[in-house]
């Protein structure tokens, strides 16, 4: 049988561990057909970015119909946009040609704190991009700018869920990484909220684990997972990622995109 397919619009991380190179390798480890439309070429490595270079828009949309036109997608997800005019393209391009599920990781700064987003493109994102989307996937401090508030406890959190389903989207998960204490993601779907749980593990090799679990909650429901066991998949291949990472390089290491995933055999 065909494998499905899944597309990420992403940007390149020469260091392979976050970006297209973590997305692809997710892909393969779900058993997935991955394929890439690249926004930016990073040149980074596991200490820090050293340089940005953007795509013109024209030839991200020249990627995206390559592929979508002959091979066909059965899930997409975006990262790292860049600019405003990359933003409006793909939205462009997903409101064109139908994706079954689009997962938006609104990826906004690197972890040393490069800007992976130019702040004039986040208006752009809310409007054209998040309507379209399945899935949002922020960390808190990308929740707090697309729901303009700052998030301090739990009940923040459920408050900047809600602002953001506003903007159209289906759902957002904001990713609590960034809190105190066990690492638990909340989901709302317009109605009700839900808590994905995982114990914190203590390493400095996560670079990468942002990009890593929205490429598998993308593979997971090209696989035909609903949204909820889509994510509680994924949140227990990356517990399992991160628990495995790997100490490569002089900063933060990559995680192990080679970890079993459970129930996708
Ligand atoms: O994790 C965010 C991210 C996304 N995309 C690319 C990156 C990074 C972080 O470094 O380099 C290309």
């Not at 930016?40 to 200490?47: D, E, L, S």
């Not at 390559?66 to 997608?73: A, E, K, N, P």
């Not at 609104?106 to 991009?129: C, F, H, S, T, Y």
């Amino acid at each position: 049988m065909l494998p499905k397919r899944v597309l990420t619009v992403a940007g390149s991380d020469s260091g392979g561990g976050a970006g297209v190179q973590a997305d692809l390798k997710t892909f393969s480890a779900y058993g997935v057909y991955g394929m890439s439309v690249i926004t930016a070429v990073t040149a980074q490595n596991t200490c820090r970015v050293y340089g940005v270079e953007g795509l013109s828009s024209r030839f991200v949309a020249l990627q995206f119909e390559s592929v979508y036109t002959d091979i066909g997608v059965d899930a997409v997800k975006t990262g790292m946009l860049l600019n405003a005019e990359i933003v409006l393209t793909v939205a462009r391009k997903l409101s064109e040609c139908p994706v079954p599920h689009i997962v938006v990781d609104p990826v906004m700064v690197a972890k040393g704190g490069d800007k992976l987003l130019q702040d004039n493109a986040v208006d752009r994102l809310i409007r054209e991009l998040l309507p379209l989307a399945t899935l949002v996937t922020p960390n808190i401090p990308e929740a707090e700018i697309l729901a303009e508030m700052t998030i301090e406890s739990p009940a923040d959190l459920r408050e900047a869920a809600i602002r953001i389903h506003r903007s159209g989207c289906k759902a957002v998960l904001i990713k609590g990484g960034h809190l105190k204490g066990d690492a638990v993601d909340v989901l709302f779907d317009g109605e009700s909220f839900s808590r994905f749980t995982a114990e914190r593990i203590h390493t400095r090799h996560t670079h990468g684990t942002g990009c890593t679990f929205s490429a598998a909650i993308t593979a997971g429901l090209a696989r035909g997972l609903l949204l909820k066991k889509s994510i509680q998949v994924a949140k227990r291949y990356i517990t399992e990622a991160i628990g495995q990472s790997m100490a490569l390089g002089k900063g933060h290491g990559p995680l192990n995109h080679f970890v079993h995933v459970e129930e996708m055999d």
